[in-house]
Each structure stands twice: as structure tokens, then as C-alpha cells.
């Protein structure tokens, strides 16, 4: 399939419904964005794409009044452009296809064709259950992938009948299967019963409980490093900081949930985002809009960082550290450009780790990172 054959499951950006009269100034980002308005734009040098998705029927919502991924456009546009380097396209919204399964089809075979043209697709939903025509995309390319979800739930409910509270069974479960490793971030303990716990863990699958995470976010950077495709559920985030979220009044707070993001932008692995349970009628004077706008700005960010990080061939901007622990011979690399660090497995592949990683290595003390990666190859 040509990507130009996509048009058909899609509806143009409404310039007119995202700004206002004025329209944008040369330093916003809605000025540089190119659009699908009556034909898609020419990707070639693009790095980003924007596809949105306002289907809901994942968790019983029928006919919804408004427009949800136009909302979330209107306060992205409005930021200022810092980032030259990083060429954004909008490819319009899903068409909502007669059935549920019917939009996720469609979603799979946009969301494919752009991965395949190797841009970092954002996906801007929607329900939490399109998660799982997000790695559809994977399964119809036969990409084995590293997943991982941010959300304060962990969404294995069978006792629900609604898509959005159990759509993970499929997606690690079902067969054939194409997920090497799935990552669990920011789940609330008193919202998750301890045995899933159990069965993700015998599943070789790591959780990191919210707490965790806050006391050092700059470890879950190596996680999300590894990681191709993002799921983020606004659920994650604090009700203060995101109105939208009437889960839970804890979570992640704006700031940390951009850092996540930017870890996103950083990684030269992941190819797609999803941004998902966003109710523009839950939301107070459009705050969860213009944070998930933010947290689109810092993937730009990662994603200008990333620009200027070294390939691990190019010995020469890293810094090598070789020693033993436990036995077992092995190697770090540390970028002298952005300072990250990646460590060699049994079998000669360098995965992300983090600093932390090195000191216990160098400690003779086994890194957990190390043990769990090598007990899943």
C-alpha cells in the first residue's frame, strides 16, 4: 500500500476550528506544522506525524459532541517553535468506522504505513483501549516490539465488558503475539490486585509503581529508551494537574509526565505514541488539553536531543568502562554527548541502562536491568 492510499480512512485537519481569527504568528507551531487539508503532505523529510482518533465506544461512549484531538491541536499550535530541526506533519483525524473494530482497523493501517515510512507516529485518542489498535500497526509489519504503558491502572479487568478495562489480555495474551517485553509504569498499588502483580511478573514483565517512579524518574529513562511503541493514560496523571482524570487524585504531576514525554522524544527505538482518555467535556478551562499540548512540545524536545546523540558505532564520542561482575564479563558505554549510558549483554547487544546500572556493576553486584534482560533473550 502507497501511503497516499490512507486518505481513505482519514478526515482533513478544519484550520478553522483549531485558531483563531488572527491565525498563528511565524514563532507558533501551528505556523510550521504542515496539514492535510485537501491532500496529504509530502513526509519525506518529515520526523513527526499527528494522527488523531476520537472513537470512545471502548468505554460505551456513543456519538460524542465533540471534536477531542482538535481541542488538544488548538493548544499545541498556540505553543512557540524552539525546535527548527524537528518537522511536524498532521495527518487529520480517523474516520470512526461503523464498528469499534471497524475504527481500530483503520487506525492500524494508518498508524502502519507511517511506521513502516519510519516517522514517530502521536496518536491523540480517544479511549485507552485504542492501545490495542496501536500495536495492531506492529502485528500487520510482523515487528517484534518492547511495549510499555503509563497508567495508574492496569487495565486486566475480565469482570468488565467495556474494551477499555481489559484490552491487555489480547495484547499479551493473544497469538500470535509480538511482544517481547512489556513495561508497566506508574501504577497506584491500591488500585491493582496483587495477584496480576504475580502474573505479570511470571510473565518476565516489569511494573513500576508510581512512587518508584517519582523518587527517580531518571531511571525509568533506559526503560522508555528501549521501548517502540507509548501508551500514555491521562489517568497517570494527577487531578490537580490534569482535570480530566477522575480516577485519582494522585499520579504523576504535569512536570513529570512532560519528562516522561521528552524520555519518548529521546529514543531512537520508539516509533509510536498514544495519548489516550482525554473527555474534553470532564476537562476545566481546557488545563488537561493544554498539558497534553506540553508534553507533545517536550517530544519534540527529546526528539532534538536525540538528533545530536552519537550511533554506539562511533567509538570515539563514548566512553568505554570494561570490568567483571559475578564471573561475567562485560561492557559499558557512556555518551560523551548527552551522558546516557548502554550496557552489553551475553550475547553482544548493548541495551539502555542507567548510571545506577554501572555502579552496581562495578560494585560486583549483579544490575537487576541486567538479570531481567538477560532472563527474557
Not at 503475539?177 to 497506584?188: E, P
Request: proline share 3%; charged share 20%.
Amino acid at each position: 500500500m502507497q501511503i497516499e492510499t490512507i486518505v481513505d480512512f482519514l478526515e482533513p485537519v478544519n484550520i478553522y476550528e483549531i485558531s483563531n481569527d488572527e491565525g498563528y504568528r511565524d514563532t507558533q507551531l501551528g505556523k510550521h506544522i504542515q496539514l492535510f487539508e485537501e491532500t496529504l503532505p509530502d513526509i519525506s523529510d518529515i520526523d513527526m506525524v499527528l494522527v488523531g482518533c476520537n472513537e470512545l465506544r471502548g468505554i460505551g461512549i456513543n456519538n460524542y459532541q465533540y471534536n477531542i484531538a482538535n481541542i488538544i491541536r488548538r493548544e499545541f499550535y498556540s505553543l512557540y517553535h524552539w525546535h527548527k530541526d524537528i518537522a511536524v506533519a498532521d495527518f487529520g483525524n480517523i474516520k470512526n468506522g461503523a464498528t469499534l473494530q471497524d475504527t481500530y482497523a483503520a487506525l492500524k493501517t494508518v498508524v502502519s504505513e507511517l511506521i513502516e515510512k519510519k516517522k514517530k507516529v502521536i496518536i491523540l485518542g480517544g479511549s485507552h483501549d485504542l492501545t490495542l489498535a496501536q500495536y495492531g500497526a506492529y502485528t500487520v509489519l510482523g515487528h517484534i516490539i518492547e511495549a510499555a504503558n503509563i497508567d495508574a491502572r492496569i487495565d486486566l479487568n475480565m469482570d468488565s465488558v467495556l474494551p477499555a478495562d481489559n484490552f491487555l489480555m489480547e495484547m499479551l495474551c493473544g497469538s500470535p503475539n509480538y511482544v517481547k517485553h512489556y513495561n508497566h509504569i506508574g501504577f497506584q498499588s491500591y488500585m491493582v490486585h496483587p495477584t496480576m502483580l504475580e502474573t505479570i511478573d511470571k510473565l518476565r514483565f516489569d511494573c513500576y509503581r508510581v512512587g518508584k517512579v517519582k523518587e527517580n524518574i531518571e531511571e525509568i529513562e533506559p526503560v522508555i529508551r528501549n521501548t517502540n511503541m507509548l501508551s500514555f493514560d491521562i489517568a497517570a496523571i494527577q487531578n490537580a494537574h490534569a482535570p480530566c482524570n477522575k480516577l485519582t487524585p494522585n499520579g504523576f504531576t504535569g512536570e513529570e509526565s512532560c519528562t516522561l514525554m521528552q524520555y519518548a522524544g529521546l529514543s531512537t527505538n520508539m516509533s509510536s505514541i498514544g495519548i489516550y482518555g482525554y473527555l474534553p467535556s470532564e476537562d476545566v478551562h481546557n488545563l488537561t488539553a493544554k498539558q497534553i499540548s506540553q508534553m507533545l512540545w517536550y517530544v519534540m524536545d527529546g526528539m532534538y536531543k536525540n538528533k545530536h546523540e552519537a550511533a554506539l558505532k562511533n567509538s570515539h564520542d563514548f566512553n568505554e568502562y570494561h570490568l567483571a561482575f559475578a564471573d561475567v564479563a562485560t561492557s559499558f558505554l557512556q555518551s560523551k554527548r548527552t551522558g546516557r549510558w548502554w550496557m552489553q549483554l551475553p550475547d553482544g547487544k548493548y541495551i539502555a541502562c542507567s548510571q545506577t546500572d554501572y555502579i552496581m556493576a562495578a560494585s560486583n553486584d549483579i544490575p537487576e536491568r541486567w538479570m531481567r534482560a538477560v532472563e527474557r533473550s
